[in-house]
């Protein structure tokens, strides 16, 4: 059966090889059979720039590069600074923030899902000014232990700041995912980011839609399956690999 593969929120890191390990034998043995595999960020736990070549991003690199199908990539939060040496290395092809792709015969939004959290405008302000290309400019010119040091600042400031949010604040604003579903014309929206793996179905416009959520890779890996009939989120088992 023809089908595409998303994923997303792996975080990987040295720190947690039962999940690299999860993630390397799913590129192994699952990836292969798909049309596509598409990755919708926060594949690392976090990058300061592909000049870090770590054995975990030079195995990741070979992992995408070897499964001889497509493999495309939209950035998280927490790897926005995977850049174009990382893609060319894993053969995989950069996308741009909000992706309208043609799943058999679907138009389907594809994105990180960071964007949709207009509620919590902490992070919204720390995106804007993390994105600002000369800041990165500047940044990627740092020796990579002082951006280690910064990268390990943001984290603690972010998990600080994480403590004085709801988890209402979040989630995805519902207006904010009406809103990109009708700007980009579509009846589908795949994201992560929130790690609330889930099938919404509603309307808009009087038209049925559905919003696909992503699970995270924490205590189980999570993969969207999409075939031309049917959307399947599958939980994959990470004992195997211990
Ligand atoms: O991912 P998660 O769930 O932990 O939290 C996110 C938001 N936090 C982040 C921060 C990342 O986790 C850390 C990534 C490290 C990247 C290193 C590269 C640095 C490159 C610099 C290039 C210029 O994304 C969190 C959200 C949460 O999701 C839910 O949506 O709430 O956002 C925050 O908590 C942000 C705070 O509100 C504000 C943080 C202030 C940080 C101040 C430092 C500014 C320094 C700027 C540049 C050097
Ligand atoms: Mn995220």
Redesign the pocket.
């Known amino acids: 059966m023809p089908h595409t593969l998303f994923i997303a929120d792996l975080h990987l890191s040295a720190g947690r090889p039962d999940i690299t390990a999860a993630f390397l034998r799913f590129m192994a043995e699952e990836a292969p059979k798909a049309d596509a595999l598409y990755v919708l960020g ?1 594949l690392f736990e ?3 720039g592909d000049d870090e070549q770590s054995p975990l991003n030079r195995r990741v690199a070979s992992a995408f590069r070897d499964c001889g199908v497509p493999v495309f990539f939209i950035h998280g ?2 790897d ?2 995977v850049g174009r040496r990382f893609a060319r290395e894993a053969g995989l092809t950069l996308l741009p923030e909000h992706q309208v792709i043609d799943l058999y015969g679907e138009p389907t939004l594809i994105m990180h899902g ?1 964007t949709l ?1 207009t509620d ?1 405008a ?2 919204q ?3 804007r ?2 994105r ?1 290309g000369w ?2 400019w500047l ?1 990627l010119r740092l020796p990579l232990k002082k ?1 280690l040091g ?2 390990d ?3 603690g ?3 600080e ?2 403590q004085d ?1 709801s988890i209402t604040i ?1 989630d995805v604003n519902q207006g904010e995912v009406a809103r990109q579903m009708r700007k980009a014309g579509v009846r589908r929206l795949i994201h992560g ?2 790690h609330r793996p889930a099938i919404h179905r509603f309307d808009l416009h009087g038209q049925p839609v559905q919003r696909i959520v992503l699970g995270d890779w924490y205590t189980q890996g999570s993969v969207l399956v999409v075939t031309p009939e049917t959307e399947t989120l599958q939980g994959l088992s990470l004992g195997e690999n211990r």
Do not use: V
């Open positions: 926060d976090f990058s300061i939060n927490r926005f600074m960071d959290c919590d902490g992070y302000r720390y995106r000014i993390t600002l800041l990165q940044f951006r910064i990268a600042g943001i984290r400031k972010s998990a700041a994480k949010k979040m980011h929130t």
